[in-house]
């Protein structure tokens, strides 16, 4: 058998601590700021996605939505050591009583530490989850898309997608189901109803089926209401489902094509508008005719410096429809052979006259 750890004393005097007690003490830190500290069922909040930095991640989302949060719930407020609530000095002869109350105590000190947004451990590498506490994630995420959509401003470096989770449930399959039944009724099921697409993406998971999981989603949805009905190209709502390993979390999402699938870099870039496109490449086209003709014009001009003025304004302007150069232009056809076709059209009226 092994012989059991034992503590080593310092040149001090003092004994030294192994490494189980300061991972129990780093644990007891944490547990004291309040609230989980990783991804798990009952949670609400908002999914991160980021590109190989997840601490400056953090920041740019604690920077982001501190901002808008206060813009539409007002500044945080925060509570002091004094105003929270403390224990009975007394000792109760009822010992069951004594353990709720105490236990009453600890979890109303626990709320009163709870921040606004919190960051915690998602179980997946480049993915933030941010707890939010007392705010509606879809309707803050909605905002900040919606004005970086119409300003086009860019706030953020790293982070890539910011998708707001409204439920978590357990990543099986008959979890999922009887999560969903409630979890979807707000906006599928009647009299509300709406054209859906179901998004689907896993992480650190391999039991769960993604076919399975999306056919018995759609079907519990056209349950709740029959007229909800399908569009892939741009539905009214789109269900999100995220699985980060034993963990699965649900959100109902508006403008989800709209705002690029909720990307923060890519909804501050301007659409390419293809009647732009066309109408640039044009404009190209006619500047290069409308200086092709200049030159023609000019070259001409230096060589019948000895004609009359009148047969050249006869020339330039009167004469010559405005239809004939883009003809020419465009068809490759000379003068000449325009002037003969008018000509022989002129013959053959003369003919059947």
């Avoid at 609530?85 to 709720?100: Q, Y």
């Avoid at 709209?258 to 293809?274: A, G, I, M, T």
Wanted: charged share 30%; proline share 5%.
């Amino acid at each position: 058998m092994a012989a059991p750890a034992q503590s080593t004393t310092q040149p001090g005097g003092g004994k030294r601590k192994g490494k189980a007690q300061y991972v129990l003490a780093k644990r007891a830190r944490r547990c004291d700021a309040g609230g989980p500290r990783q991804l798990e069922p009952g949670l609400q909040g908002i999914l991160i996605t980021c590109n190989m930095n997840e601490r400056k991640c953090v920041e740019e989302a604690y920077s982001l939505l501190n901002e808008y949060g206060d813009d539409m719930y007002g500044p945080e407020k925060f509570t002091d050591k004094d105003q929270q609530p403390s224990g009975s000095e007394g000792e109760d002869d009822d010992v069951e009583a004594a353990l709720k109350k105490e236990v009453g105590d600890i979890k109303a000190s626990t709320e009163l530490r709870l921040r606004r947004f919190q960051s915690v451990e998602s179980g997946a590498n480049n993915v933030v989850f941010i707890r939010t506490l007392g705010i509606e994630p879809e309707k803050l995420v909605h905002h900040i898309l919606q004005d970086m959509y119409k300003t086009k401003k860019k706030k953020t470096r790293v982070i890539l997608r910011m998708l707001p989770i409204s439920g978590t449930c357990k990543a099986f399959l008959e979890d999922m189901k009887k999560y969903a039944q409630t979890f979807l009724e707000p906006w599928f099921k009647t009299p509300n109803k709406g054209t859906f697409q179901i998004v689907y993406k896993s992480r650190n998971n391999s039991h769960v089926n993604r076919e399975e999981v999306i056919r018995e989603l759609a079907g519990i949805v056209c349950t709740l209401n029959s007229e909800n009905k399908v569009d892939l190209t741009n539905p009214q709502y789109t269900v999100v489902v995220e699985i980060i390993k034993a963990v699965c979390c649900l959100s109902v999402v508006k403008d989800y094509m709209l705002f690029r699938k909720y990307n923060l870099q890519e909804v501050v870039k301007s659409p390419k508008d293809p009647s732009q496109l066309n109408s640039k490449q044009g404009n190209g086209k006619e500047a290069k005719l409308e200086s092709a003709d200049k030159s023609d014009q000019n070259n001409t001009a230096e060589g019948k410096n000895n004609e009359q003025v009148p047969e050249n304004t006869e020339e330039l302007g009167q004469t010559k429809p405005t239809s004939n150069p883009q003809v020419v232009n465009e068809g490759g056809a000379k003068p000449e052979l325009a002037s003969q076709a008018t000509e022989g059209s002129k013959s053959n009226e003369n003919d059947l006259s």
